[in-house]
């Protein structure tokens, strides 16, 4: 008697389950033949926004009775659910994905993404783009970047600048520093007038950026992939590093940092340059968009780091195809839209920086200044990545150790140790 | 909680019972801080955020960021998804933790210490060791990226909850009541319905309002199970506007401002059942 009627209960209850649920199943990818499905994290109105919506326009336009589906994703779901999502049959025709190691690479290394070489190659992709943008783009049988098959495709690039307070240095009377001499005594003068010169976040990445600016002054090509690719032995004491970390201590002894920036998240430090109480702030082009949409009280522009051939920088995150797409052909036929002239220069006016090189002219001139100092430092082959890359968790290090170097608790060889550690720790577990 | 020692209280320490108001006035303005910073920079423009920061106490009423917000993400429809989800999760979690604290409470049935402390472990376990094994899972059984797959794992999660502590108030549930029932004739299943369920019906609204709200505010399950757009939820959809480097101070403010309305919500037209279901335990 109890037993059947729980059962019955039991019926009674899935069965209320499914009423109550029967309209919230996903859209499976075999859905309909005729949409692309595709994902992305960017905000509509950012320059990739702008740019894809245009994009996606003209692809149903050339590829009539097709449909682009678009879902916005955050960054952070993305992150944490592709490799379940591109191993099941709810993954997208085509999404933009994360470069670096331990995203694309570990997905390209598991086999849920296609590999896109030969269609690079036949549409001459791989000469579109420079060697420092491809970088990211392929990745070799162990998931690590730098060479192998194409697993993306970039189509926006990212690179590290100062961004200066044209007012503040008008003010003073002091002119746009070409080297690194005239850039410390650009930052006396700010000190003797009583002014912090730079704004920067020590809690999180722009800190150890500056530091890593003041590396590659010393460095070249070589020391860099040996950094970034493990192509041979890094040594923290090198003169480069203790360089960075030596001159760092000295900024902050100078005071061209406030010791307070150590706990500074990159989010107050932005809106401390938008607020104009710094001159200077040396960051990504990620802000660019920003500040022109935010800043209306003064004039401002930005300026490669003075004589560095050398800058962190590298392609933005790119576009990946799960190799359970259905519709291959067509995210091949997007992407080849996404890196045409047209949406690379409305990318342009919208303050992303293109991938594309000889856009022509560019209304907007600070933008123009913008992917003229990219296409400078890309040409040159002087994109160097970011500090952070070459071990998973090594981001948390840099910071904790550029924290230590801001308020003045470890001294730069202290420091150094502490960047080598890890390091060397994840160079065992990638078989190096 | 009995009314006696808080009246002498009052008789006695006049002085004091001020020091205690003041102390909740002051906790209560400190709670409510960030909801006004929110609120304030919820209705702000971005050109103000950046000129007057933060804190500064917003010059207009400025919806766009809110409205924005809720046509990007299609609000209403995540709305709609997390009070399907919540509410199935809240009544069938009850339903099934009612049927297992009867057997457990009531039932006695043999081993029942041992059956508790697997529901309790299962109580501690981090979600995150459940993701792998629930998605192989869920994908075998096409239950992956469905609502259904959500509701029937938090229904399991929340009645594991339900059933600890269902088991433990049935476990004192007067006998006479259930021997006067069966002398009258009841089956067992009579016993429940008749005698059981309504005798605990306030413990039972609780745990249906706690089960609502947990669920409500989950977030990485969801994320995780429910990857297209109109299936998500309230707390997902939030997590549009965090970018990779960049966030937007008006925006994100405007949905999380939209984000607790529902909560706060649920919770005015709940107040009385929660309230009465704490003081019924109290005086127990």
């Known amino acids: 008697m109890f037993k059947r009627g729980q059962r019955a209960v039991f019926a009674a209850l899935a069965a209320a389950a499914m009423a109550l649920t029967g309209c919230g199943g996903g859209s499976g990818a075999d859905s309909d033949p005729n949409t692309l499905r595709l994902w992305h994290f960017e905000a509509p109105n950012s320059a990739m926004g702008v740019a894809w919506n245009e994009a996606i326009k003209q692809f149903e336009a050339s590829h009539p009775g097709v449909k682009v589906q678009v879902e916005e994703k955050g960054f952070e779901q993305i992150q944490k659910t592709a490799a379940m999502v591109l191993n099941s049959r709810e993954a997208p025709d085509i999404l933009e994905y994360n470069k670096g190691n331990a995203t694309t690479g570990l997905l390209a290394k598991q086999g849920v993404l296609t590999d896109m070489s030969e269609e690079v190659a036949k549409r001459g992709w791989d000469k579109l783009l420079t060697p420092g943008l491809q970088t990211t783009a392929r990745y070799d049988e162990r998931g690590v970047m730098g060479s192998g098959k194409w697993y993306g495709v970039p189509n926006y690039a990212e690179y590290e600048m100062v961004y200066y307070n044209k007012d503040m240095f008008a003010e003073h009377g002091i002119a746009v520093p070409t080297t690194l001499d005239e850039f410390t005594s650009a930052m006396d003068k700010f000190v003797s007038a009583g002014i912090t010169p730079l704004a920067v976040g020590g809690a999180e990445y722009p800190a150890h950026q500056i530091l890593y600016q003041l590396a590659l002054s010393k460095a070249d090509r070589a020391w860099v992939d040996r950094y970034q690719r493990y192509t041979g032995q890094v040594d923290f004491h090198d003169p480069a590093w203790t360089y960075a970390a030596t001159t760092f201590a000295d900024w902050v002894a100078k005071g061209y940092l406030s010791q307070t920036s150590a706990s500074v998240k990159a989010e107050d430090m932005g809106a401390s340059f938008i607020a104009g109480k710094y001159p200077i702030m040396v960051s990504g082009s990620w802000w660019y968009g920003r500040f022109s949409d935010e800043i209306k009280n003064f004039q401002w522009d930005t300026f490669l780091w003075p004589g560095n051939a050398l800058s962190a920088g590298s392609s933005g995150n790119h576009w990946v195809i799960p190799q359970n797409s259905t519709k291959k052909q067509l995210a091949y036929d997007f992407i080849a839209i996404t890196l045409e002239k047209g949406i690379q220069s409305k990318l342009a006016e919208t303050g992303g920086v293109p991938v594309v090189a000889d856009l022509g002219p560019i209304s907007n001139p600070k933008a123009a200044q913008l992917i003229d100092n990219f296409t400078a430092l890309s040409q040159g082959d002087g994109l160097a990545f970011y500090p952070d890359w070459p071990a998973p968790g090594f981001y948390d290090v840099l910071v904790s150790g550029t924290q230590k170097l801001i308020n003045g608790s470890a001294g730069p060889n202290e420091v150094l140790d502490e960047f080598a550690g890890p390091y060397q720790e994840n160079l065992a577990n990638v078989g190096r | ?284």
């Not at chain 2, 006049?14 to 929110?38: D, E, K, Q, T």
């Not at chain 2, 960021?65 to 009070?83: A, H, P, T, Y």
């Open chain 2, 1 to 284: 909680m009995s009314p006696a020692p808080a009246r002498r209280a009052r008789r006695r320490l006049g002085w004091s019972s001020y020091a205690v108001l003041l102390s909740l006035v002051v906790l209560a303005v400190v709670m409510l801080i960030p909801f006004v910073v929110v609120a304030f920079n919820a209705v702000k423009t971005p050109e103000e955020y950046a000129t007057g920061g933060p804190l500064s106490p917003p010059q207009g009423l400025y919806l766009d960021g809110i409205i924005d917000f809720w046509q990007r993400v299609d609000f209403g429809e995540k709305l709609l998804n997390s009070v399907v989800i919540s509410a199935s999760v809240a009544v069938l979690a009850v339903v099934v933790s009612v049927l297992n604290a009867y057997a457990l409470g009531i039932g006695r049935v043999r081993g029942r210490l041992w059956i508790l402390v697997v529901f309790l472990i299962a109580n501690t376990l981090p979600q995150e060791a459940l993701v792998y094994p629930l998605y192989y899972l869920w994908t075998q059984l096409g239950l992956y990226d469905t609502q259904l797959g959500v509701i029937v794992i938090f229904t399991v999660i929340q009645a594991a909850f339900g059933t600890y502590l269902l088991s433990s108030v049935l476990g004192t549930f007067p006998r006479e009541l259930l021997e006067a029932a069966r002398i009258d004739g009841a089956n067992k299943w009579q016993v429940l319905l008749r005698v059981v369920v309504p005798v605990s019906r306030p413990t039972l609204a609780v745990l249906v309002v706690f089960f609502f709200i947990w669920t409500w505010n989950e977030f990485f399950l969801p994320l995780v199970f429910l990857i297209s757009n109109e299936t998500q939820t309230v707390p997902v959809a939030l997590g549009v506007l965090q970018g990779q480097r960049l966030m937007d101070p008006t925006m994100s403010s405007a949905s999380a401002l939209l984000g607790i309305i529902p909560a706060i919500a649920f919770f005015l037209i709940f107040q009385r059942t929660l309230t009465r279901g704490i003081t019924v335990g109290a005086v127990k």
